[in-house]
């Protein structure tokens, strides 16, 4: 038989075998009220039965990974393409699955197309382009997806002293700061069943000063009406740099207690670049995982998504940025390349005991 058949075959059995004699995640998970979620891929999702069978047993929650951004929505001014997201909606809504929408405004040039930035940057432009793409987006998902990452990264991650407080971007020059505060009410008028989301890295810690501006801006947004519902805590997280579980405590409780519902959202724990042997290393990505759950578990918090499930795929982006060789593995999840489950996927389990 053709070696990449037998190799899928085999993924495909230890992945059912494996998928059925585990505690399923999100069963675990429900019984302390907390949602347990996975953002998910579109290859995989449509050509591997063992991809799908472990998304299924333990996944309650999904969110696209690339494919409801802006930019792959909007791939020119005048053309939406919705084909790939359709699909991965379609798949969830089928399958019982909540979908976190992530995410409409992405303020960072990066993560904008080339054809936006050469638009005017004048506010009454912007801001009907800013429409357009909110009303065009969660109308077509209304009732479908129910948690929307209305804006993402807005928050700067600059700590110098007298650095700007806001992340530089089209949406921020043409509009102003004000353009978070329209883009919730958009959000809120197309769908005002979804619940609207800012979402961020690095504000784990309730001590850091990038939590300290992101829960002053919430503060503000509560106090002054603005539409928001609740916050993402992306948390990718590194071995070499673990967050501390009572800080991320802390942290949750204090943005609970402003009204908001609050969710991990991006969770992931890299060993890269980390020295230590790979048994170390698993060890201690399973501590991570476990600290994040036990604190979710503890502040009562409404969700915890990871950014992907299997070690299968690699994270070619985080790869890139740490400038490591192109091949570099990634084994950042709770269940290996063949969806054998990982001593992080045990101590989760431990940790929702
Ligand atoms: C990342 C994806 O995982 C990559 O596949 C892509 O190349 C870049 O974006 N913060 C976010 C996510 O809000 O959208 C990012 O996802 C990871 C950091």
Request: hydrophobic fraction near 45%; glycine fraction near 6%; charge should be neutral.
């Amino acid at each position: 038989m053709n070696p990449v058949v037998v190799r899928s075959l085999l993924a495909l059995l230890t992945g059912l075998s494996a998928a059925a004699a585990e505690p399923s995640l999100r069963e675990r998970a429900a019984a302390h009220g907390l949602a347990f979620g996975t953002a998910i891929k579109p290859g995989p999702l449509q050509d591997d039965a063992a991809y799908r069978a472990t998304l299924l047993r333990h996944f309650g929650v999904v969110t696209p990974e690339n494919e409801l951004k802006f930019k792959r929505l909007r791939p020119t001014r005048d053309r939406f393409d919705f084909a790939v997201a359709d699909r991965m909606v379609d798949f969830a809504v089928e399958h019982e699955l909540a979908v976190r929408g992530h995410t409409l405004v992405w303020v960072a040039d990066s993560h904008a197309p080339a054809w936006l930035l050469a638009e005017p940057v004048e506010r009454e432009h912007a801001a009907s382009l800013m429409a357009e793409h909110i009303n065009t987006v969660m109308k077509r998902y209304a009732g479908r997806v129910r948690d929307w990452d209305v804006v993402n990264e807005a928050v700067s991650n600059d700590n110098r002293p007298g650095a700007d407080f806001l992340v530089d971007g089209y949406w921020r020059r043409a509009i102003g700061d004000g353009y978070m505060a329209l883009a919730f009410k958009l959000a809120r008028r197309a769908d005002p069943t979804a619940r609207l989301f800012y979402n961020d890295y690095d504000h784990g810690d309730a001590l850091g000063r990038k939590s300290d501006r992101i829960y002053a801006l919430l503060k503000r947004f509560r106090e002054t009406g603005v539409p928001v519902d609740g916050v993402g805590l992306q948390l990718h997280c590194r071995i070499d740099r673990p967050p501390s579980r009572e800080a991320l405590e802390a942290n949750f409780h204090r943005l609970k207690a402003l009204g908001l519902i609050v969710q991990v959202t991006e969770l992931d724990v890299a060993t890269m670049s980390d020295p230590r042997p790979e048994t170390e290393r698993l060890a201690a990505q399973a501590q991570v995982y476990a600290d994040v759950v036990a604190a979710a578990r503890a502040a009562g918090i409404d969700a915890v998504v990871t950014w992907g499930f299997t070690d299968r795929f690699q994270q070619g982006a985080l790869v890139k940025r740490l400038k490591l060789p192109a091949d570099t593995p990634t084994p950042m999840w709770l269940f290996d390349e063949a969806y054998a489950p990982k001593p992080a996927f045990e101590a989760v389990v431990r940790a929702l005991e």
